[in-house]
């Protein structure tokens, strides 16, 4: 008996009758109804998540960002209905809630009130999360509420992208006006540190200027310190010259119309002679050197009076740009402060010196315009003295050649008088000729010496005047000085200060990236969405049911094995009798139902490939895999019935419930327990399942001849321990071989 002729026999056993013909093409259409309706049912089942139902409700009230009126919860719950990725209808919290409970709606999306409020409060001091809420119930279905889990993700993921999209234009506009702002304040800076170098040049020039006007009113004032003290002695000299000669002129003219009793009073005209000499010898040698004294304090009083109105004249722009400083300092401090206080370039200490020399700066200008106010005032004062001394100093030195003359004459006549008196007896007419004449000198010499007293007095009158104004000015000078040096200090610190603020303001412009409109929204899209996940498929299913298949496609062939079997016999006990070749009654037993595994293989990829339409990579090796996965678990089922007879067949199905939880055809192996795991990697379906994946998707021929030598290898196993135990039953029976199975 050979090979053929037992599986000949064997298919004709099970076609023998309608009966057993009805049994077979029942058994044979098992993993075909398995494997395609589970398939079928589970094609494409997120293609149709529009048919589950689920409701929204926005209780959102909306809020108010930059001015404007947003409604969050309104824009999201007319994405979620326009995408159309579930049946969302839109109705009350109650109405959605016993919905939920009574099945209406798979899941329930709901909106709070403050969703709104809470997205625009990232923009406030008191940023909120917002929630969504998501109502399940999982006894609608558990993988109905895993899927609500997600779409309440892609919601959230899409308002978070869109609010931190307008979020992320808010900041990088806001970034562009701050670099446009930090130009302007650079010009500024640039414009405050051009003008602080100019107004320090010119402070040096002024603070030169002010040393040398300070040391020439000193100079002055030193000059004219002693100037009161001799115009009262000269003062005093000239009345008392007026006085003598108005004493001189009553007593000549007294003389005059006295000569009658000449003789009388000779004696009393001889004592006043006497006096008088005495007098005009010391009137002459005051008044000596009074015309030049006279001409070099004219000359000296024209040329103060001179330089005063220079000076009041040169020193008016100055005086006036010192008090506009003055006065524009506090504005200029006002606006510097500012902008240094929050500058954010600036070190805390650059900022607090800064401030420092700005105040220095607004008190020293207050100080320089108190000052120039003084040297104004003490300028005028001593313009109009020194004017005055000069006019009394002219007079001064017009008459004093005539007042000197005059009291020299007098001086010798006082001589003559006094010689003559002694003669004045005898010579009473000439005497009296004489006197006339003196008279009318002595007259004439009162006049003069009454405009010198007068003109003595004012110049005396001014002379402290002055002086005191001298001296004012040299400390007007004094305090101007010391000012502008101030000035220019601070300018200078000023001056620098700037031109750091300027460096550090276009170093933190050039900092921020300058962009256009259309650059700030391509950032913000990145910045508020800036991964994506995008796919590099090395191998992909087409959808969920392909995904599903290379499981399924296993499980079917090993149910379609064990129906088989139910009516199959593993091994022809007739044949062993007879032919008592182990390995041909093993070869055939085995081949009987791998050939019918292989229609079943064949009609279940038809069915999977059209009917389905699932796609697969590469037909021919899944096919062959197919067909090897069948015959592999043919071998071990008749393995197990061969070894342990209806023991066997009953652990055929366990084996097949533990190899479907081991396979990893639905979830990852990894997430299975310890012991499990273990026995993943033990068991032939895992490896059926994992070749018919890379078959299908197109991945690793490597990995799939090793899949499929670990089959070949569980065949051949199976085979070798279908012979060892066929081999001894050609030696010799047991009871046991000779009790009937319970299946047949």
């Not at 009658?260 to 009393?268: E, R, V």
């Not at 699932?614 to 089922?637: E, Q, Y």
């Not at 342990?644 to 299975?672: E, I, K, N, Y």
Request: net charge negative; charged share 15%.
């Amino acid at each position: 008996m050979t090979t053929t002729s037992l599986v000949r026999a064997e298919l004709a056993r099970l076609t023998a009758t309608p009966l057993a013909r009805l049994a077979f093409i029942a058994l044979m259409v098992v993993p075909l109804l398995y494997g395609g309706a589970y398939l079928w049912a589970n094609r494409d089942p997120y293609a149709k998540l529009d048919q589950v139902p689920a409701a929204i409700v926005n209780q959102d009230a909306g809020a108010t960002l930059d001015g404007d009126h947003v409604d969050y919860g309104k824009d999201v719950t007319k994405e979620a209905i326009d995408g159309g990725d579930f049946q969302w209808k839109t109705t009350t919290a109650a109405d959605a809630r016993s919905g939920v409970r009574n099945g209406t709606y798979d899941f329930v999306v709901t909106i709070p009130h403050d969703f709104s409020e809470s997205l625009v409060s990232a923009q406030s001091d008191d940023p909120k999360r917002a929630k969504l809420v998501m109502t399940t119930a999982d006894t609608n279905s558990y993988l109905a509420s895993t899927i609500a889990e997600q779409a309440g993700k892609t919601m959230r993921t899409a308002v978070a992208e869109r609010v931190g999209k307008q979020a992320a234009k808010t900041l990088l506009v806001g970034l562009a006006d701050v670099r446009d702002s930090l130009g302007d304040a650079v010009d500024g800076a640039g414009q405050l540190a051009s003008g602080a170098s100019s107004a320090a040049s010119g402070a040096a020039s002024l603070a030169d200027g002010t040393g040398k006007l300070a040391d020439g009113a000193a100079t002055l004032a030193d000059g004219t310190a002693s100037l009161p003290s001799q115009t009262a002695a000269l003062n005093s000299g000239a009345q008392q010259v007026a006085s003598g000669a108005s004493t001189l002129s009553s007593g000549l003219q007294s003389a005059k119309e006295q000569t009658a009793s000449l003789p009388a009073q000779t004696a009393a005209l001889n004592d006043g002679a006497e006096q008088l000499q005495s007098g005009l010898h010391a009137l002459r040698d005051q008044t000596a050197t009074l015309p030049a004294d006279s001409t070099k304090l004219a000359t000296g009083a024209a040329a103060v009076a001179d330089g005063n109105a220079k000076l009041a004249t040169d020193s008016a722009p100055f005086i006036a740009g010192v008090q506009q400083l003055a006065a524009a300092s506090p504005d200029l401090v006002a606006t510097l402060k500012p902008v240094v206080q929050t500058s954010t370039v600036l070190t805390a200490d650059q900022k607090a010196a800064l401030l420092a020399s700005l105040d220095t700066f607004q008190t020293n200008s207050a100080a320089l315009g108190t000052g120039a106010t003084t040297v104004s005032s003490s300028l005028a004062k001593l313009q109009s003295g020194s004017a005055d001394v000069a006019a009394g100093a002219a007079k001064l030195e017009a008459k004093a050649p005539q007042l000197t003359a005059g009291v020299q004459k007098l001086s010798d006549g006082s001589d003559e008088l006094a010689g003559g008196t002694g003669e004045l007896a005898g010579k009473a007419p000439e005497l009296t000729s004489g006197i006339a004449t003196a008279a009318d000198g002595a007259s004439k010499l009162a006049s003069g010496s009454s405009q010198v007293a007068a003109g003595t007095s004012k110049l005396a009158a001014a002379a402290p005047t002055l002086s005191s104004g001298a001296a004012s000015l040299a400390s007007g000078a004094a305090s101007a000085d010391d000012g502008a040096k101030s000035l220019a200090s601070g300018l200078t610190e000023l001056q620098s200060g700037s031109s750091e603020l300027a460096s550090k303001l276009d170093d933190g412009r050039t900092k921020i990236p300058a962009s256009t409109a259309s650059q700030r929204n391509d950032q913000a899209s990145v910045i508020s969405d800036p991964v994506k996940v995008g796919t590099d498929d090395v191998a992909s299913a087409s959808n969920y049911g392909a995904g599903l298949a290379p499981f399924f496609i296993s499980l079917a062939a090993w149910i379609g094995m064990y129906a088989l079997f139910l009516i199959l016999k593993p091994i022809s006990k007739r044949a062993i009798t007879a032919v008592r070749k182990p390995l041909r009654v093993v070869f055939g037993g085995w081949l009987t139902p791998a050939l019918l595994g292989l229609v079943q293989m064949v009609a279940l990829f038809l069915i999977v490939r059209f009917a389905l339409d699932l796609d697969v990579a590469w037909t021919g090796p899944t096919i062959g895999i197919m067909v090897l996965a069948s015959a592999t678990f043919a071998a071990i089922i008749m393995a197990l019935n061969v070894l342990l007879g209806s023991v066997g067949q009953f652990l055929g199905l366990v084996l097949m419930l533990v190899q479907l939880v081991t396979a990893g055809g639905t979830f990852p192996w990894q997430t299975l327990p310890g012991p499990l795991a273990a026995l993943h990697f033990a068991l032939p379906m895992t490896y059926s399942v994992d070749a018919i994946r890379q078959t299908m998707y197109g991945g690793s021929a490597a990995a799939t001849w090793s899949d499929a030598g670990v089959l070949a290898c569980w065949l051949l196993g199976a085979l070798l321990v279908s012979y060892v135990v066929t081999a001894r039953q050609t030696r010799s029976r047991t009871l046991r071989d000779l009790r009937p199975s319970l299946i047949g």
